[in-house]
């Protein structure tokens, strides 16, 4: 069994907190089994694991988010970088050739694709045993797992299947419905679609080969954009010769508001958070490194972060989208596999000379690899705990005070033996974001 996670999403519903590149579920304010917060990628894939499904996982994203996952999850999982954002369709199409030509993975092996960010409670990914079952035995071509609804949603599609039961054929397949035909659909067995699909390998695999001519990963992703923008369900499973549902009947949320986000929050305060007693059903989530007050406040969410300030009625801010969607916001806050980074101040003068402070954090043991930049200076300084900097091949042990100007051209890189927290100035005509991808010692590089 092969699982393939799907990690898209531009999180503008979620604003502040979320961005291009810090979509909702790497956001951390859902609490863990300790007490802690985790992210909804972090949830997810522990259930997983905890599952014991014997699956093994990849995950399929945008080069943008690869440096949050490695940062959550480790170095360990299986990423494949979509090469331009299309859909779902082309995005598992990927993800199928990758599985059978680099994973050399079996054609009659099922995968299953979920989205990575369900709130959803265990029996969720036990149904996947079901689904999987279904595929090896041949039950249908494609096979989808269906929500049992709880309220005649207008959010949701829904599948109408031919019986009531553990394992159904699909009859059809209904778009967001009004309440009242929603309400009809739920009387007559139908479940929501939640974006779960399984299948044998070797189904996709023929789709792929009708659609392009290739013999292997590299020639898929270099034809990608030949596939048509377009979703799964629309491409593969309305056209299917046969189709059938198992439904699931737990706890199932798309927490991709801040409404429905705070339902499954704890009331608790998220930073330095100091409430009345007089509030009631407020959420505050505060990144800032200021406090936060808040008296008197009723069924609102409060979310502050170096991106900006959200104070909302709950159910006013599920129409955040239309005030953040056309803004050129550049994130100031960023997870990268060595740790995460806030932007703390950018400054351009008169002569058109530009400054960008960064505040970095790099976890113990990892490491900012070797870089140059064409177009910037660099002023370094550690201001807690001990790393290596290396700066044209020779290391320097640094620790809390060190300064290091970095000239253009120069070559540097950075190991944290500790936790290690430096400020970082950049100063140049240009400053481009980091880059996302390691570099080779001693190449020249402009990130």
């Not at 050399?104 to 989205?115: A, G, H, I, Y």
């Amino acid at each position: 069994m092969q699982i393939v996670l799907l990690s898209g999403g531009s999180g503008k519903r979620l604003w502040p907190l979320s961005n291009d590149v810090r979509s909702k579920q790497f956001l951390k304010i859902v609490r863990d089994e300790r007490g802690g917060v985790e992210s909804m990628v972090q949830r997810v894939y522990r259930q997983i694991m905890a599952a014991k499904l014997g699956a093994e996982i990849t995950i399929a994203t945008s080069i943008t988010q690869v440096e949050s996952i490695r940062n959550q999850l480790g170095d360990s999982v299986s990423i494949i970088v979509e090469p331009a954002r299309r859909n779902t369709f082309p995005a598992i199409a990927l993800a199928s050739a990758y599985l059978f030509y680099e994973k050399k993975c079996s054609p009659d092996e099922t995968v299953l694709v979920l989205p990575v960010d369900p709130y959803v409670d265990d029996g969720y990914f036990q149904t996947l045993r079901t689904l999987d079952e279904a595929v090896q035995a041949d039950r249908a071509d494609i096979i989808l797992m269906g929500v049992q609804p709880t309220y005649p949603s207008e959010k949701y599609g829904y599948i109408i299947p031919e019986e009531r039961g553990r394992l159904s054929r699909v009859l059809s397949f209904k778009e967001k419905p009004d309440t009242r035909t929603a309400q009809e659909f739920i009387a007559r067995g139908g479940l929501w679609n939640c974006g779960v699909f399984a299948f044998r390998l070797s189904y996709l695999l023929e789709m792929i080969h009708t659609t392009t001519a290739c013999s292997g990963y590299a020639d898929v992703a270099r034809q990608y954009t030949a596939f048509e923008r377009t979703s799964f369900d629309y491409a593969v499973v309305e056209k299917a010769r046969s189709v059938a549902v198992v439904p699931y009947r737990g706890e199932w949320k798309d927490l991709g508001t801040w409404n429905t986000l705070t339902e499954v929050m704890d009331a608790a305060p998220i930073g330095d958070v100091k409430l009345s007693e007089d509030c009631e059903n407020t959420h505050v989530i505060n990144e800032l490194e200021i406090p936060v007050v808040v008296m008197g406040a009723r069924n609102m969410v409060i979310a502050a972060s170096p991106d900006g300030l959200l104070v909302a009625d709950k159910v006013q801010s599920s129409y955040i989208k239309q005030y953040v969607e056309n803004r050129d916001m550049r994130p100031m806050y960023e997870e990268r596999a060595w740790g995460e980074y806030k932007v703390l101040d950018f400054a351009m003068s008169a002569d058109g000379m530009k400054s960008l402070t960064k505040r970095k954090k790099i976890q113990r043991g990892k490491k900012i690899e070797y870089q140059s930049h064409k177009n910037r200076a660099e002023v370094i300084t550690v201001i807690s705990g001990k790393c290596i900097i290396t700066i044209n091949d020779r290391a320097h042990e640094a620790y809390a005070g060190d300064t290091y100007a970095i000239a253009e051209g120069i070559r540097h890189g950075l190991e944290a033996v500790t936790d290690t927290e430096v400020i970082e100035i950049q100063v140049g005509k240009e400053l481009i974001s980091d880059g996302t991808e390691p570099c080779e010692k001693g190449r020249e590089i402009d990130i």
